[in-house]
């Protein structure tokens, strides 16, 4: 109770959230995500904050951005969090996989291999030392080379939006409309 706390006024955690972590704490008790998408500064910041903190840890995940290619999101997709259904396939709680597009399509050779970590802990919980081994590091995903005409492409998905906009002021807004690749 004593963490929820620390959590709720050093980290700005709703009582919603806190809820969420309790309930689920025998069910998943690997992670439970409280803060995400964490600017550098603000991930140094709860770092230090609950460096001593007992049951809270941090974990770095990495994430797929396409930032130079917004007019291909529909084709390749996003990643997510898993599901209930995603976990009986195998994943884990804290993974973050494809839900559409390519990084679906081609979520197991992107995504690589998570790491393993092994530690020697003394009575208290606390680490002492490492003894993962080579065996337990992460192994990086594989990189997807695509050929696909970038200028083409951001013509296309202009066009596409330049129609859309035309048809939605002559029969109404089309919110669920709108994909193009070439």
Excluded: C
Aim: charged letters at 25%.
């Amino acid at each position: 109770i004593v963490v929820y706390q620390q959590l709720q006024k050093q980290a700005g955690i709703d009582d919603k959230t806190i809820s969420l972590i309790e309930n689920n704490r025998t069910k998943s008790p690997n992670v439970f995500a409280i803060k995400t998408n964490l600017s550098k500064d603000d991930s140094l910041l709860y770092k230090e904050r609950f460096a001593d903190t007992p049951g809270v840890t941090f974990q770095e995940i990495p994430i797929r951005q396409y930032t130079q290619f917004p007019s291909m999101g529909q084709l390749l997709g996003y990643v997510g969090g898993v599901t209930d259904t995603d976990i009986q396939k195998g994943y884990t709680p804290d993974q973050h996989i494809g839900k559409t597009g390519l990084e679906k399509v081609y979520n197991n050779v992107l995504m690589g291999t998570p790491g393993k970590k092994k530690a020697e802990v003394n009575a208290f919980g606390e680490e002492v030392r490492d003894i993962s081994g080579p065996e337990g590091q992460p192994q990086p995903g594989q990189t997807l080379k695509l050929s696909l005409d970038l200028k083409l492409q951001n013509i296309v998905a202009t066009a596409l939006q330049n129609e859309l906009a035309r048809r939605g002021k002559q029969y109404g807004e089309m919110k669920d409309m709108g994909a193009s690749a070439v």
